[in-house]
Protein backbone atom coordinates (compact mmCIF):
# COMPACT_ATOMS: atom_id res chain seq x y z
CA UNK A 1 0.00 0.00 0.00
CA UNK A 2 1.58 3.36 -1.03
CA UNK A 3 -0.17 6.71 0.98
CA UNK A 4 0.32 10.32 -0.12
CA UNK A 5 0.38 12.96 2.41
CA UNK A 6 0.13 16.86 2.08
CA UNK A 7 -0.77 19.31 5.01
CA UNK A 8 -0.84 23.27 5.19
CA UNK A 9 1.13 24.71 8.21
CA UNK A 10 -2.57 24.08 10.58
CA UNK A 11 -2.01 20.49 9.76
CA UNK A 12 1.56 20.16 9.89
CA UNK A 13 2.08 18.70 12.92
CA UNK A 14 -0.95 15.59 12.73
CA UNK A 15 0.66 14.98 8.95
CA UNK A 16 4.34 14.45 10.76
CA UNK A 17 2.15 11.81 13.37
CA UNK A 18 0.44 10.20 10.68
CA UNK A 19 3.40 9.82 8.27
CA UNK A 20 5.54 8.32 11.15
CA UNK A 21 2.69 6.17 12.23
CA UNK A 22 1.66 4.86 8.54
CA UNK A 23 5.27 4.68 7.69
CA UNK A 24 5.77 1.44 9.79
CA UNK A 25 3.30 -0.67 7.75
CA UNK A 26 2.95 1.09 4.30
CA UNK A 27 5.12 3.22 1.65
CA UNK A 28 4.34 6.60 2.29
CA UNK A 29 5.16 10.11 0.38
CA UNK A 30 5.44 13.27 2.13
CA UNK A 31 4.47 16.26 -0.37
CA UNK A 32 4.74 18.61 2.34
CA UNK A 33 4.59 21.53 3.92
CA UNK A 34 7.79 21.12 5.65
CA UNK A 35 6.95 22.93 9.07
CA UNK A 36 4.25 25.63 10.56
CA UNK A 37 4.99 28.86 8.36
CA UNK A 38 1.89 30.14 6.88
CA UNK A 39 1.47 28.20 3.36
CA UNK A 40 -1.27 27.84 0.99
CA UNK A 41 -3.53 24.29 1.40
CA UNK A 42 -4.21 24.04 -2.23
CA UNK A 43 -0.42 23.64 -3.34
CA UNK A 44 -0.04 20.64 -0.85
CA UNK A 45 -3.83 19.04 -2.19
CA UNK A 46 -2.81 19.82 -5.53
CA UNK A 47 0.53 17.69 -5.58
CA UNK A 48 -0.91 15.04 -3.64
CA UNK A 49 -3.87 14.53 -5.65
CA UNK A 50 -1.97 14.40 -8.54
CA UNK A 51 -0.21 11.55 -7.23
CA UNK A 52 -3.23 10.12 -6.61
CA UNK A 53 -4.60 9.93 -9.86
CA UNK A 54 -1.57 9.24 -11.90
CA UNK A 55 -1.36 6.27 -9.85
CA UNK A 56 1.62 6.96 -7.71
CA UNK A 57 -0.52 6.21 -4.15
CA UNK A 58 -3.58 4.13 -3.24
CA UNK A 59 -4.65 6.71 -0.91
CA UNK A 60 -4.05 10.67 -0.35
CA UNK A 61 -4.16 11.72 3.64
CA UNK A 62 -4.58 15.37 3.66
CA UNK A 63 -5.01 18.10 6.31
CA UNK A 64 -5.57 21.54 7.63
CA UNK A 65 -6.57 23.03 10.35
CA UNK A 66 -10.64 22.67 9.65
CA UNK A 67 -9.82 20.39 6.66
CA UNK A 68 -12.80 22.55 4.55
CA UNK A 69 -10.04 23.66 2.43
CA UNK A 70 -8.46 20.48 1.89
CA UNK A 71 -11.84 18.91 0.65
CA UNK A 72 -12.32 21.64 -1.81
CA UNK A 73 -9.00 21.76 -3.13
CA UNK A 74 -8.82 17.85 -3.45
CA UNK A 75 -12.63 17.56 -5.22
CA UNK A 76 -11.18 19.65 -8.04
CA UNK A 77 -9.24 16.60 -9.37
CA UNK A 78 -11.00 14.25 -11.73
CA UNK A 79 -10.87 10.48 -10.16
CA UNK A 80 -10.35 12.03 -7.09
CA UNK A 81 -13.42 11.50 -3.88
CA UNK A 82 -12.17 13.31 -0.83
CA UNK A 83 -14.04 12.90 2.72
CA UNK A 84 -13.84 15.27 5.58
CA UNK A 85 -14.62 12.10 8.40
CA UNK A 86 -14.32 12.96 11.86
CA UNK A 87 -15.25 9.53 13.43
CA UNK A 88 -14.08 5.78 12.43
CA UNK A 89 -17.74 4.55 11.16
CA UNK A 90 -17.67 8.00 9.03
CA UNK A 91 -14.36 6.95 7.22
CA UNK A 92 -15.59 3.52 7.02
CA UNK A 93 -18.97 4.50 5.44
CA UNK A 94 -17.63 6.71 2.71
CA UNK A 95 -15.00 4.09 1.62
CA UNK A 96 -17.75 1.41 1.03
CA UNK A 97 -20.35 3.44 -0.10
CA UNK A 98 -18.67 6.19 -2.13
CA UNK A 99 -15.11 4.76 -2.87
CA UNK A 100 -13.70 7.33 -1.39
CA UNK A 101 -9.64 7.79 -2.15
CA UNK A 102 -8.49 10.95 -0.17
CA UNK A 103 -8.89 11.34 3.69
CA UNK A 104 -9.55 14.64 4.92
CA UNK A 105 -8.51 15.53 8.89
CA UNK A 106 -9.49 18.56 10.38
CA UNK A 107 -6.50 19.38 12.40
CA UNK A 108 -8.61 21.26 15.18
CA UNK A 109 -11.12 18.82 15.11
CA UNK A 110 -9.30 15.46 16.05
CA UNK A 111 -7.04 14.45 18.17
CA UNK A 112 -3.34 12.11 17.02
CA UNK A 113 -5.44 9.25 18.57
CA UNK A 114 -8.91 9.76 17.18
CA UNK A 115 -7.22 10.95 13.24
CA UNK A 116 -4.83 7.36 13.45
CA UNK A 117 -8.03 5.76 14.49
CA UNK A 118 -9.81 7.27 11.69
CA UNK A 119 -6.96 6.87 9.02
CA UNK A 120 -6.81 3.20 9.93
CA UNK A 121 -10.56 2.32 9.48
CA UNK A 122 -10.28 4.13 6.22
CA UNK A 123 -7.79 2.28 4.47
CA UNK A 124 -8.33 -0.86 6.05
CA UNK A 125 -12.29 -0.98 4.72
CA UNK A 126 -12.72 -2.51 0.78
CA UNK A 127 -15.23 -0.47 -1.29
CA UNK A 128 -18.27 -2.73 -1.39
CA UNK A 129 -18.83 -2.57 -5.16
CA UNK A 130 -22.55 -2.84 -4.76
CA UNK A 131 -25.20 -1.85 -8.08
CA UNK A 132 -25.97 1.16 -6.62
CA UNK A 133 -22.64 2.46 -5.06
CA UNK A 134 -20.95 1.86 -8.52
CA UNK A 135 -23.97 3.70 -9.99
CA UNK A 136 -23.49 6.62 -8.37
CA UNK A 137 -19.68 7.17 -8.55
CA UNK A 138 -20.23 6.87 -12.27
CA UNK A 139 -22.63 9.70 -11.94
CA UNK A 140 -20.10 11.74 -9.41
CA UNK A 141 -17.75 11.00 -12.00
CA UNK A 142 -19.43 11.92 -15.09
CA UNK A 143 -21.39 14.90 -13.23
CA UNK A 144 -23.53 14.62 -16.75
CA UNK A 145 -20.40 16.59 -18.29
CA UNK A 146 -21.34 19.83 -16.94
CA UNK A 147 -18.51 19.96 -14.62
CA UNK A 148 -16.05 20.15 -18.20
CA UNK A 149 -18.11 23.91 -19.31
CA UNK A 150 -18.55 25.15 -16.04
CA UNK A 151 -16.41 28.04 -16.59
CA UNK A 152 -17.37 28.92 -19.31
CA UNK A 153 -20.67 30.09 -16.90
CA UNK A 154 -18.79 33.21 -15.30
CA UNK A 155 -17.26 33.99 -18.30
CA UNK A 156 -19.08 33.49 -21.50
CA UNK A 157 -22.71 32.62 -20.30
CA UNK A 158 -23.83 33.09 -24.31
CA UNK A 159 -20.90 30.14 -25.42
CA UNK A 160 -21.88 28.09 -22.03
CA UNK A 161 -25.52 28.11 -22.94
CA UNK A 162 -24.56 26.15 -26.52
CA UNK A 163 -22.49 23.94 -24.99
CA UNK A 164 -25.12 23.06 -22.49
CA UNK A 165 -27.65 22.89 -25.49
CA UNK A 166 -24.93 20.38 -27.26
CA UNK A 167 -24.92 18.24 -23.84
CA UNK A 168 -28.70 17.93 -23.78
CA UNK A 169 -29.48 17.21 -27.25
CA UNK A 170 -26.70 14.35 -27.10
CA UNK A 171 -28.36 13.06 -23.92
CA UNK A 172 -31.87 12.76 -25.41
CA UNK A 173 -31.42 12.15 -28.46
CA UNK A 174 -30.57 9.09 -30.52
CA UNK A 175 -27.77 10.01 -32.64
CA UNK A 176 -27.16 7.75 -35.86
CA UNK A 177 -25.36 10.19 -38.29
CA UNK A 178 -23.03 7.63 -39.53
CA UNK A 179 -20.05 10.43 -39.64
CA UNK A 180 -20.77 11.07 -35.98
CA UNK A 181 -19.36 9.69 -32.85
CA UNK A 182 -19.00 10.67 -28.60
CA UNK A 183 -15.01 10.72 -27.63
CA UNK A 184 -13.93 10.01 -24.15
CA UNK A 185 -13.78 12.57 -21.63
CA UNK A 186 -9.74 11.96 -21.91
CA UNK A 187 -9.76 12.77 -25.87
CA UNK A 188 -12.07 15.89 -24.74
CA UNK A 189 -9.13 16.37 -22.30
CA UNK A 190 -6.72 16.67 -24.27
CA UNK A 191 -8.10 18.28 -26.92
CA UNK A 192 -9.33 21.35 -24.79
CA UNK A 193 -5.34 21.12 -22.98
CA UNK A 194 -2.85 23.92 -22.75
CA UNK A 195 -1.16 22.34 -25.58
CA UNK A 196 -3.44 25.04 -28.05
CA UNK A 197 -1.01 27.53 -26.65
CA UNK A 198 2.07 26.41 -28.69
CA UNK A 199 2.43 27.08 -31.99
CA UNK A 200 5.14 24.42 -32.98
CA UNK A 201 5.27 24.87 -37.47
CA UNK A 202 7.57 22.18 -38.60
CA UNK A 203 7.89 18.55 -37.09
CA UNK A 204 9.45 17.25 -33.71
CA UNK A 205 13.06 18.21 -33.36
CA UNK A 206 12.59 20.79 -36.23
CA UNK A 207 10.36 23.53 -35.13
CA UNK A 208 10.36 26.71 -36.57
CA UNK A 209 9.96 27.97 -32.81
CA UNK A 210 11.53 27.39 -29.47
CA UNK A 211 9.67 26.28 -26.50
CA UNK A 212 8.45 22.72 -28.34
CA UNK A 213 9.58 19.71 -26.07
CA UNK A 214 6.22 18.99 -24.63
CA UNK A 215 4.60 19.55 -28.37
CA UNK A 216 7.29 17.67 -29.87
CA UNK A 217 7.20 14.87 -27.44
CA UNK A 218 2.99 14.49 -27.62
CA UNK A 219 3.26 14.32 -31.35
CA UNK A 220 5.79 11.93 -31.71
CA UNK A 221 3.49 9.74 -29.81
CA UNK A 222 0.54 10.11 -31.45
CA UNK A 223 2.95 9.37 -34.92
CA UNK A 224 4.23 6.44 -33.40
CA UNK A 225 1.03 5.13 -31.92
CA UNK A 226 -0.67 5.87 -34.93
CA UNK A 227 2.07 3.50 -36.83
CA UNK A 228 1.55 0.43 -34.33
CA UNK A 229 -2.52 1.00 -34.56
CA UNK A 230 -2.51 0.49 -38.11
CA UNK A 231 0.68 -1.03 -39.07
CA UNK A 232 1.75 1.54 -40.88
CA UNK A 233 5.27 2.41 -41.75
CA UNK A 234 4.69 6.35 -41.53
CA UNK A 235 2.23 8.83 -40.63
CA UNK A 236 1.69 12.44 -40.23
CA UNK A 237 -0.67 13.26 -37.38
CA UNK A 238 -0.70 17.10 -38.56
CA UNK A 239 -3.87 17.42 -40.77
CA UNK A 240 -6.80 19.74 -39.71
CA UNK A 241 -9.23 17.47 -41.23
CA UNK A 242 -10.12 14.82 -43.76
CA UNK A 243 -10.25 16.56 -46.47
CA UNK A 244 -6.56 18.31 -45.62
CA UNK A 245 -5.93 14.79 -45.36
CA UNK A 246 -6.96 13.72 -49.16
CA UNK A 247 -4.96 17.19 -50.42
CA UNK A 248 -1.70 16.75 -48.51
CA UNK A 249 -1.81 13.07 -50.61
CA UNK A 250 -2.69 14.95 -53.74
CA UNK A 251 0.25 17.40 -53.20
CA UNK A 252 2.67 14.71 -52.34
CA UNK A 253 2.36 12.82 -55.69
CA UNK A 254 0.17 14.82 -58.48
CA UNK A 255 0.27 17.75 -60.51
CA UNK A 256 -2.34 19.85 -61.27
CA UNK A 257 -4.38 18.24 -63.99
CA UNK A 258 -2.98 14.34 -63.40
CA UNK A 259 -5.94 12.04 -63.52
CA UNK A 260 -7.48 10.81 -60.44
CA UNK A 261 -10.06 7.56 -60.88
CA UNK A 262 -12.63 7.84 -57.51
CA UNK A 263 -16.37 6.91 -56.58
CA UNK A 264 -18.56 9.07 -57.91
CA UNK A 265 -19.97 11.59 -55.12
CA UNK A 266 -23.36 10.47 -55.83
CA UNK A 267 -22.76 7.16 -55.50
CA UNK A 268 -21.06 7.33 -52.46
CA UNK A 269 -17.90 8.79 -52.60
CA UNK A 270 -16.63 11.82 -50.88
CA UNK A 271 -16.59 15.71 -52.17
CA UNK A 272 -12.62 15.99 -52.23
CA UNK A 273 -12.70 12.50 -54.00
CA UNK A 274 -13.11 15.00 -57.09
CA UNK A 275 -16.79 16.88 -56.84
CA UNK A 276 -16.40 19.87 -59.38
CA UNK A 277 -17.15 21.96 -56.82
CA UNK A 278 -14.06 21.45 -54.82
CA UNK A 279 -10.41 21.77 -54.46
CA UNK A 280 -9.90 18.31 -55.99
CA UNK A 281 -12.08 18.45 -59.09
CA UNK A 282 -10.89 22.10 -60.04
CA UNK A 283 -6.96 20.66 -59.70
CA UNK A 284 -7.54 17.45 -61.08
CA UNK A 285 -8.94 15.24 -63.88
CA UNK A 286 -11.34 13.38 -62.51
CA UNK A 287 -12.74 10.23 -63.98
CA UNK A 288 -15.42 8.96 -61.71
CA UNK A 289 -16.26 5.20 -61.16
CA UNK A 290 -19.78 3.93 -60.69
CA UNK A 291 -21.59 0.86 -58.43
CA UNK A 292 -23.75 -1.49 -60.75
CA UNK A 293 -26.87 -0.56 -61.51
CA UNK A 294 -28.35 -3.93 -60.05
CA UNK A 295 -26.30 -5.12 -57.24
CA UNK A 296 -25.33 -1.46 -56.02
CA UNK A 297 -21.61 -2.65 -55.10
CA UNK A 298 -19.10 -2.00 -56.50
CA UNK A 299 -18.05 -4.30 -59.42
CA UNK A 300 -14.09 -4.65 -59.54
CA UNK A 301 -13.86 -6.66 -63.06
CA UNK A 302 -15.93 -3.09 -64.41
CA UNK A 303 -13.28 -1.04 -62.42
CA UNK A 304 -10.37 -2.89 -63.93
CA UNK A 305 -11.72 -1.77 -67.45
CA UNK A 306 -11.82 1.50 -66.20
CA UNK A 307 -7.92 1.72 -65.03
CA UNK A 308 -6.52 0.11 -67.86
CA UNK A 309 -8.43 2.49 -70.38
CA UNK A 310 -7.97 5.30 -68.42
CA UNK A 311 -4.80 5.33 -66.64
CA UNK A 312 -5.07 7.34 -64.26
CA UNK A 313 -1.91 8.67 -61.98
CA UNK A 314 -3.82 7.34 -58.74
CA UNK A 315 -6.53 5.36 -58.29
CA UNK A 316 -8.85 6.45 -55.08
CA UNK A 317 -11.03 3.97 -53.22
CA UNK A 318 -12.71 4.98 -49.85
CA UNK A 319 -16.17 6.18 -49.26
CA UNK A 320 -18.75 8.58 -47.10
CA UNK A 321 -21.91 6.58 -47.69
CA UNK A 322 -20.61 2.93 -49.44
CA UNK A 323 -22.27 0.10 -46.82
CA UNK A 324 -20.42 -2.57 -47.88
CA UNK A 325 -17.06 -3.76 -47.31
CA UNK A 326 -14.00 -2.81 -49.84
CA UNK A 327 -11.97 -5.34 -51.06
CA UNK A 328 -8.25 -4.17 -50.85
CA UNK A 329 -6.09 -6.69 -52.46
CA UNK A 330 -8.29 -6.78 -55.53
CA UNK A 331 -8.22 -2.89 -56.02
CA UNK A 332 -4.49 -3.57 -55.27
CA UNK A 333 -4.37 -5.88 -58.41
CA UNK A 334 -5.80 -3.68 -60.47
CA UNK A 335 -3.37 -0.53 -59.73
CA UNK A 336 -0.25 -3.21 -60.37
CA UNK A 337 -2.25 -4.13 -63.82
CA UNK A 338 -3.09 -0.60 -64.65
CA UNK A 339 1.08 0.61 -63.68
CA UNK A 340 2.00 -2.59 -65.91
CA UNK A 341 -0.15 -1.08 -69.04
CA UNK A 342 1.36 2.55 -68.51
CA UNK A 343 5.02 1.38 -68.24
CA UNK A 344 4.60 -1.05 -71.41
CA UNK A 345 3.08 2.17 -73.39
CA UNK A 346 6.13 4.16 -71.76
CA UNK A 347 8.47 2.68 -69.77
CA UNK A 348 9.43 6.11 -68.04
CA UNK A 349 6.06 6.34 -66.65
CA UNK A 350 5.34 6.11 -63.16
CA UNK A 351 2.56 4.53 -63.30
CA UNK A 352 -0.55 4.56 -60.96
CA UNK A 353 -0.96 5.30 -57.30
CA UNK A 354 -3.16 3.29 -54.33
CA UNK A 355 -4.76 5.91 -52.51
CA UNK A 356 -7.23 4.52 -50.10
CA UNK A 357 -9.75 7.15 -48.15
CA UNK A 358 -11.28 5.26 -44.92
CA UNK A 359 -12.25 7.98 -42.64
CA UNK A 360 -15.74 6.08 -42.27
CA UNK A 361 -14.34 2.61 -41.26
CA UNK A 362 -10.92 3.71 -39.86
CA UNK A 363 -12.24 2.31 -36.38
CA UNK A 364 -13.12 -0.35 -37.90
CA UNK A 365 -10.42 -1.57 -39.45
CA UNK A 366 -8.75 -0.71 -35.89
CA UNK A 367 -10.92 -2.97 -33.80
CA UNK A 368 -10.32 -5.81 -36.48
CA UNK A 369 -13.70 -5.44 -37.68
CA UNK A 370 -13.02 -4.42 -41.61
CA UNK A 371 -9.96 -5.35 -43.82
CA UNK A 372 -6.96 -2.87 -43.24
CA UNK A 373 -5.94 -1.29 -46.54
CA UNK A 374 -2.65 -0.29 -45.55
CA UNK A 375 -0.73 -3.19 -46.75
CA UNK A 376 -2.11 -2.58 -49.79
CA UNK A 377 -2.17 0.79 -50.40
CA UNK A 378 0.16 3.52 -51.12
CA UNK A 379 -1.27 6.09 -49.13
CA UNK A 380 -4.14 5.89 -46.91
CA UNK A 381 -5.79 8.97 -45.19
CA UNK A 382 -8.41 9.38 -42.38
CA UNK A 383 -10.32 11.34 -40.16
CA UNK A 384 -10.31 10.81 -36.43
CA UNK A 385 -13.19 10.82 -35.35
CA UNK A 386 -16.44 8.50 -36.77
CA UNK A 387 -15.77 5.10 -36.25
CA UNK A 388 -12.38 5.91 -34.46
CA UNK A 389 -14.30 8.42 -32.29
CA UNK A 390 -11.56 10.43 -31.73
CA UNK A 391 -10.82 14.41 -31.97
CA UNK A 392 -12.32 16.06 -34.95
CA UNK A 393 -9.11 16.20 -37.29
CA UNK A 394 -6.99 14.11 -40.38
CA UNK A 395 -4.50 11.52 -40.31
CA UNK A 396 -2.48 9.83 -43.38
CA UNK A 397 -0.43 7.09 -43.38
CA UNK A 398 2.18 6.21 -46.54
CA UNK A 399 4.70 3.58 -47.11
CA UNK A 400 8.38 5.06 -46.45
CA UNK A 401 9.11 5.89 -49.82
CA UNK A 402 6.64 8.79 -49.61
CA UNK A 403 6.87 10.07 -45.65
CA UNK A 404 9.21 12.98 -47.08
CA UNK A 405 7.45 14.14 -49.68
CA UNK A 406 4.20 13.35 -47.67
CA UNK A 407 5.26 15.69 -45.17
CA UNK A 408 6.79 18.28 -46.98
CA UNK A 409 3.15 18.59 -48.75
CA UNK A 410 1.74 19.17 -45.47
CA UNK A 411 3.83 21.36 -43.99
CA UNK A 412 5.56 23.89 -45.74
CA UNK A 413 2.87 23.04 -48.42
CA UNK A 414 -0.20 23.11 -47.31
CA UNK A 415 -0.31 24.12 -43.85
CA UNK A 416 1.53 26.42 -41.13
CA UNK A 417 1.24 25.56 -37.14
CA UNK A 418 -0.38 22.46 -36.27
CA UNK A 419 -3.15 22.01 -33.75
CA UNK A 420 -0.97 20.30 -30.71
CA UNK A 421 -3.91 20.07 -28.36
CA UNK A 422 -5.81 18.10 -31.19
CA UNK A 423 -2.78 15.88 -32.02
CA UNK A 424 -2.68 15.13 -28.13
CA UNK A 425 -6.49 13.84 -28.65
CA UNK A 426 -5.12 11.70 -31.18
CA UNK A 427 -2.25 10.31 -29.04
CA UNK A 428 -5.15 9.41 -26.47
CA UNK A 429 -7.43 8.28 -29.17
CA UNK A 430 -4.97 5.87 -30.64
CA UNK A 431 -4.23 4.55 -27.75
CA UNK A 432 -7.79 4.29 -26.48
CA UNK A 433 -8.61 2.33 -30.16
CA UNK A 434 -5.68 -0.64 -29.47
CA UNK A 435 -7.30 -1.74 -26.41
CA UNK A 436 -9.52 -4.98 -26.13
CA UNK A 437 -12.62 -2.74 -25.39
CA UNK A 438 -11.97 -1.14 -28.75
CA UNK A 439 -12.25 -4.07 -30.76
CA UNK A 440 -15.24 -5.08 -28.87
CA UNK A 441 -16.82 -2.05 -29.47
CA UNK A 442 -15.89 -2.07 -33.42
CA UNK A 443 -17.30 -5.68 -33.27
CA UNK A 444 -20.83 -4.46 -32.01
CA UNK A 445 -21.18 -1.35 -34.58
CA UNK A 446 -21.33 -3.79 -37.41
CA UNK A 447 -23.42 -6.46 -35.03
CA UNK A 448 -26.21 -3.14 -34.43
CA UNK A 449 -26.13 -2.01 -37.82
CA UNK A 450 -26.98 -5.24 -39.02
CA UNK A 451 -29.84 -5.70 -36.57
CA UNK A 452 -31.21 -2.11 -37.07
CA UNK A 453 -30.81 -2.63 -40.97
CA UNK A 454 -32.81 -6.11 -41.13
CA UNK A 455 -35.68 -4.65 -38.83
CA UNK A 456 -36.06 -1.53 -41.62
CA UNK A 457 -35.62 -4.31 -44.23
CA UNK A 458 -38.44 -6.32 -42.30
CA UNK A 459 -41.13 -3.93 -42.58
CA UNK A 460 -40.64 -3.51 -46.41
CA UNK A 461 -38.23 -0.72 -46.90
CA UNK A 462 -35.80 -1.24 -49.68
CA UNK A 463 -32.11 -1.21 -48.38
CA UNK A 464 -29.43 0.12 -50.79
CA UNK A 465 -27.04 -3.15 -52.40
CA UNK A 466 -29.76 -5.19 -49.86
CA UNK A 467 -27.99 -4.79 -46.67
CA UNK A 468 -24.40 -3.69 -44.98
CA UNK A 469 -21.38 -5.04 -44.18
CA UNK A 470 -19.71 -2.08 -41.86
CA UNK A 471 -21.33 0.74 -39.19
CA UNK A 472 -23.65 2.53 -42.10
CA UNK A 473 -26.55 1.77 -44.41
CA UNK A 474 -28.70 3.34 -46.73
CA UNK A 475 -32.86 3.22 -47.11
CA UNK A 476 -34.06 3.94 -50.27
CA UNK A 477 -37.58 6.14 -49.14
CA UNK A 478 -38.75 7.28 -52.18
CA UNK A 479 -39.44 3.98 -53.73
CA UNK A 480 -40.15 2.10 -50.40
CA UNK A 481 -42.98 4.69 -49.30
CA UNK A 482 -42.88 7.38 -52.08
CA UNK A 483 -41.03 10.21 -49.80
CA UNK A 484 -37.90 12.21 -50.34
CA UNK A 485 -34.91 11.64 -48.10
CA UNK A 486 -35.25 15.31 -46.42
CA UNK A 487 -38.60 14.94 -45.58
CA UNK A 488 -37.87 11.41 -43.56
CA UNK A 489 -34.70 13.17 -41.54
CA UNK A 490 -37.05 15.98 -40.73
CA UNK A 491 -39.80 13.58 -39.64
CA UNK A 492 -37.47 11.62 -37.51
CA UNK A 493 -35.79 14.40 -36.00
CA UNK A 494 -38.73 15.70 -34.70
CA UNK A 495 -38.93 12.64 -32.99
CA UNK A 496 -35.71 12.42 -31.42
CA UNK A 497 -33.62 10.39 -33.93
CA UNK A 498 -31.24 11.98 -36.11
CA UNK A 499 -30.21 10.77 -39.47
CA UNK A 500 -29.30 13.07 -42.85
CA UNK A 501 -30.73 12.81 -46.05
CA UNK A 502 -28.39 10.99 -48.88
CA UNK A 503 -28.34 10.40 -52.05
CA UNK A 504 -28.36 6.68 -53.42
CA UNK A 505 -26.87 5.12 -56.55
CA UNK A 506 -28.20 7.10 -59.34
CA UNK A 507 -30.96 8.97 -57.37
CA UNK A 508 -33.09 10.74 -59.56
CA UNK A 509 -34.07 13.41 -56.82
CA UNK A 510 -31.60 16.69 -55.82
CA UNK A 511 -28.67 16.47 -53.56
CA UNK A 512 -30.84 18.91 -51.64
CA UNK A 513 -34.00 16.46 -51.00
CA UNK A 514 -32.43 13.27 -52.15
CA UNK A 515 -34.17 9.36 -52.60
CA UNK A 516 -32.46 8.01 -49.35
CA UNK A 517 -31.20 8.63 -45.81
CA UNK A 518 -28.15 7.23 -44.26
CA UNK A 519 -28.02 5.32 -40.72
CA UNK A 520 -25.33 4.44 -38.89
CA UNK A 521 -24.82 2.84 -35.33
CA UNK A 522 -21.28 3.96 -34.44
CA UNK A 523 -22.44 6.55 -31.74
CA UNK A 524 -25.42 4.42 -30.27
CA UNK A 525 -22.80 1.83 -30.20
CA UNK A 526 -19.84 4.16 -28.01
CA UNK A 527 -23.05 4.94 -25.66
CA UNK A 528 -23.79 0.80 -24.79
CA UNK A 529 -26.53 -0.10 -26.66
CA UNK A 530 -26.51 -3.58 -28.46
CA UNK A 531 -28.59 -5.52 -31.10
CA UNK A 532 -32.10 -5.55 -28.51
CA UNK A 533 -31.71 -1.76 -28.56
CA UNK A 534 -31.09 -0.76 -32.42
CA UNK A 535 -33.88 -3.47 -33.09
CA UNK A 536 -36.31 -1.24 -31.33
CA UNK A 537 -34.74 1.91 -33.08
CA UNK A 538 -35.05 0.22 -36.48
CA UNK A 539 -38.81 -0.42 -35.74
CA UNK A 540 -39.67 3.14 -34.37
CA UNK A 541 -38.01 4.36 -37.61
CA UNK A 542 -40.43 2.46 -39.88
CA UNK A 543 -43.08 3.52 -37.80
CA UNK A 544 -42.18 7.56 -38.29
CA UNK A 545 -41.39 6.50 -41.99
CA UNK A 546 -44.96 4.69 -42.71
CA UNK A 547 -46.62 7.90 -42.20
CA UNK A 548 -44.49 11.09 -41.51
CA UNK A 549 -47.29 12.96 -41.01
CA UNK A 550 -48.75 11.32 -38.32
CA UNK A 551 -47.28 13.88 -35.70
CA UNK A 552 -48.73 11.19 -32.51
CA UNK A 553 -46.28 8.88 -33.72
CA UNK A 554 -43.70 10.92 -33.77
CA UNK A 555 -44.84 12.70 -30.19
CA UNK A 556 -44.75 9.01 -29.13
CA UNK A 557 -41.11 7.85 -29.97
CA UNK A 558 -39.59 11.17 -29.00
CA UNK A 559 -40.51 9.57 -25.68
CA UNK A 560 -39.52 6.22 -25.89
CA UNK A 561 -36.25 7.69 -27.31
CA UNK A 562 -35.55 9.77 -24.42
CA UNK A 563 -36.37 6.86 -22.09
CA UNK A 564 -33.96 4.98 -23.80
CA UNK A 565 -30.95 7.10 -23.90
CA UNK A 566 -31.60 7.99 -20.57
CA UNK A 567 -30.60 4.57 -19.77
CA UNK A 568 -27.22 4.72 -21.95
CA UNK A 569 -25.14 7.95 -21.15
CA UNK A 570 -22.90 9.37 -23.39
CA UNK A 571 -19.22 9.45 -21.70
Not at 332 to 343: L, P
Not at 427 to 439: I, R
Not at 479 to 489: L, M, Q
Request: glycine share 8%.
Amino acid sequence: MKIVFGADHGGYELKQALVAEFSKTAETVDCGCGGKDSCDYPDFADDACEALIEGRADFAILVCTTGEGMSMSANRFHGVRAALCTDAGTARSTRAHNDANALVLGAANVSVEKALEIARAFVETPFSAGERHVRRIAKIDRAKRLAECSALAEYDPEVHAAVLAQIRQEDTEINLIASENTSSRAVRAASGSVLMNKYAEGYPAHRWYSGCLPVDAVEELARTRACALFGAEHANVQPHCGSAANMAVYLACLEPGDKILSLSLDQGGHLSHGSPVNFSGKLYKIVPYTTNRETERIDYGELEKLALAEKPRLLLSGASAYPRSLDFKRIREIVDKTTAAMKAENPDSPGCIMMVDMAHIAGLVAGGAHESPVPYADFVTTTTHKTLRGPRGGLVLCKKEWAKKLDSAVFPGMQGGPLENIIAGKAVCFKEAASPEFAAYARQVVANCKAMCETIASRGYRIVSGGTDNHLFLVDVKSSKGITGKDAAAALDAAGIVVNKNTIPFDSESPFRTSGIRIGTASVTTRGMKEEECRKIGGWIADILDDISDLSVQSRVKELAAALTAGFPVP
